[in-house]
């Protein structure tokens, strides 16, 4: 193998929950391979630390991928990680809340936690669902953590909320589901991917496949036992066992889908995100000799 020590970047949430599997239960291992996660605060901040080399891999979402790659970034998609189910991706607003449905957001404030992103995407073809635009709210960014605080303060009318938020927010300050985000055009929308600058993985095929192989075997434990999950959050994330076993989840599918994956362009250049058509199998790292 080209490699057997690699660094990967993770969020602490429970999207790339299949590495500290694949970890804890030795498929790396059986691969050949020394996994060291390294702790990264956004998918689009961690694009950086590939290009440089700090990183050989890393979490990232999908909005980011593609708008970097329309940006001419070469980087590919090489595993899938985690894909939206229902009632976790909201938007909530405060238990007194005046607003009760997504039309009333028109001239509101919504937060979220990274502009020009997932969140915006997803908020934005619910507004059209309802008649609006993005033009029609204020967008403003806030870390997912002090969302809550800055609601109940004033800050803004809602926000874009994911777990262990969700519940964290319904229990503390009673907030309540305004809509869940991902029906309609954004029904199980792909959230978020493994990336690798496309010299990597020219560089390291047998890597690449190693880790790929690894990785795919904890997402099928993942999505097939839910116990797996809980276990393993409180272990890299500040999610403690009781808020692992009742918080919504979404799916961990095992292979990278060029076909769903490309609903995520498609909805992107709709809104303006991408200035020209995407293919995403372009993306995709081809495994070795295919």
Do not use: C
């Not at 709210?137 to 803004?156: C, H, L, R, W």
């Not at 503390?172 to 792909?190: E, I, K, S």
């Not at 993985?201 to 099928?220: D, W």
């Amino acid at each position: 193998m080209e490699k057997t020590t690699i660094k990967v970047g993770a969020l602490p949430i429970p999207d790339p929950v299949s590495l500290y599997i694949a970890q804890a239960k030795g498929f790396f291992k059986e691969e050949g391979l020394t996994v060291e996660p390294v702790t990264i605060v956004g998918g689009a901040a961690a694009l950086p630390q590939i290009e440089s080399g700090a990183l050989d891999l890393s979490q990232t979402n999908y909005v980011s991928t593609f708008v970097a790659v329309g940006a001419g970034k070469k980087i590919k998609l090489i595993a899938d990680m985690y894909q939206a189910g229902p009632d976790a991706f909201n938007i909530m607003v405060a238990k007194d809340s005046p607003i009760a449905s997504v039309a009333d957001l028109k001239g509101r404030t919504v937060m979220v936690n990274t502009l020009n992103n997932v969140g915006t995407l997803a908020v934005t073809a619910q507004l059209k669902a309802a008649g609006l635009t993005d033009r029609d709210v204020t967008f403003v960014e806030k870390p997912f953590p002090d969302m809550g605080n800055a609601i109940v303060s004033g800050q803004a009318d809602a926000g874009w909320i994911t777990e262990p938020f969700i519940t964290a927010n319904q229990s503390q300050h009673g907030f309540r589901t305004l809509a869940d985000t991902m029906t309609g055009q954004t029904a199980n929308l792909p959230i978020a991917g493994w990336m690798a600058t496309e010299e990597w993985t020219q560089k390291h095929p047998k890597t690449l496949a190693a880790f790929q192989r690894a990785i795919s075997k904890a997402q099928q434990l993942a999505s097939s036992d839910r116990k797996e999950i809980e276990a393993m959050l409180p272990t890299y994330t500040k999610i403690d066992a009781k808020t692992a076993s009742s918080i919504t989840l979404g799916t961990y599918p095992s292979e990278l889908d060029a076909s769903r994956l490309q609903k995520v362009a498609d909805l992107m250049l709709e809104y303006g995100y991408l200035k020209s058509p995407l293919d995403v199998k372009s993306v995709i790292a081809q495994p070795a000799g295919g």
